[in-house]
């Protein structure tokens, strides 16, 4: 069983992409196939709904949130659905890339793909629930402090937040060898992953947040220099490209800056698979136990 190492895990992501770029842009063009198909239907099923409920998050006003949310539901349902169906297919194939199974990155939509839908809804809701159950408890908190001590109580507001982020992705990071495992063994085991990860939090942890860090500042650089190629690009077509503040703007009408922003989306995500599998395939070949050998019945 091989060691695990911190950071040869977390490089091990930027390996991949270094030596199979092709898969990296497949899955990016799989991506924005799959994001245009999703924004299409999306406002197909519902989209003047849609666009005034998204307005209404962004701004603090919660009576026009709910009396927006009932007509955007089928539209949002939709929406979901479609992005978590595309999400399956295409993380499903980088993973069989970074195990070995597949030797060319291929997309399918069958029982492997099933199995990380149906993860995918866990890991919403299983992060849901808990960051619920920690904001009560501590909203709980807050008020019974509150009543004794109010330095407590500032104290407990302002450990609130991170505490209803930390909780609930320790728990996400102790089941996030599941995805793996439901594409080795063909089953969705929570507890396995649970179990393989016991007193291992910190180095699977470190090696993701090492390499989705340096995934951060990498991609800050590029977005930096395209954002400076399109305000170049802008002036000398005297605005006939779009500038870089339309690029990811939601209420955008132009075509080809919306377009743009989508394969933005669909390169970081493309580039961010590798840079998330790549600890996470490590730390199953390091940590996961094998299965047990099936026991056999003596007959007299």
């Known amino acids: 069983m091989p060691n695990f190492s911190l950071t040869e895990a977390a490089f091990e992501g930027f390996r991949f992409t270094r030596e199979r770029p092709a898969s990296v842009a497949a899955w990016a063009l799989a991506t924005f196939v799959s994001n245009l198909a999703t924004g299409i239907l999306g406002a197909l ?3 003047p709904a849609l666009h005034a409920f998204q307005a209404a998050a962004a701004s603090s006003d919660i009576t026009q949130f709910l009396s927006l949310l009932v007509p955007a539901v089928p539209a949002l349902v939709v929406t979901v659905l479609m992005e978590l169906a595309g999400a399956s297919v295409v993380y ?5 890339s970074f195990m070995g199974i597949d030797h060319r990155v291929t997309f399918k939509a069958g029982a492997d793909e099933r199995r990380l839908f149906l993860l995918l809804v866990g890991y919403g809701l299983i992060y849901w629930v808990f960051s619920l159950l920690t904001g009560m408890a501590f909203g709980l908190s807050e008020n019974i402090a509150s009543a004794l001590s109010p330095v407590v109580a500032n104290f407990l507001v302002w450990l609130a937040p991170i505490a209803m982020f930390c909780l609930p992705t320790f728990v996400i990071v102790r089941l996030s060898l599941a995805p793996v495992i439901a594409l080795d063994r063909k089953r969705i085991s929570l507890k396995e992953s649970w179990v393989s990860t016991k007193g291992h939090f910190w180095p699977l942890a470190g090696s993701l947040i090492l390499s989705i860090g340096l995934f951060l500042v ?8 395209v954002m400076i ?3 170049l690009a802008s002036i000398g077509t005297h605005g006939a490209i779009a500038k870089p503040g339309d690029l990811f703007n939601a209420d955008a009408t132009v075509g080809p800056a919306v377009l743009f922003g989508e394969i933005v989306t669909a390169i970081s995500i493309a580039l961010l698979l590798p840079v998330v599998a790549g600890p996470l395939v490590r730390a199953y070949q390091a940590y996961d136990a094998p299965d047990p050998p099936p026991t056999t019945r003596i007959q007299a």
Do not use: I, W, Y
């Open 92 to 96: 499903a194939s980088a993973l069989r």
């Open 218 to 225: 990498v991609a800050f650089v590029a977005l930096m220099l």
């Open 45 to 47: 099923v519902g989209g």
């Open 229 to 231: 190629l399109t305000e």
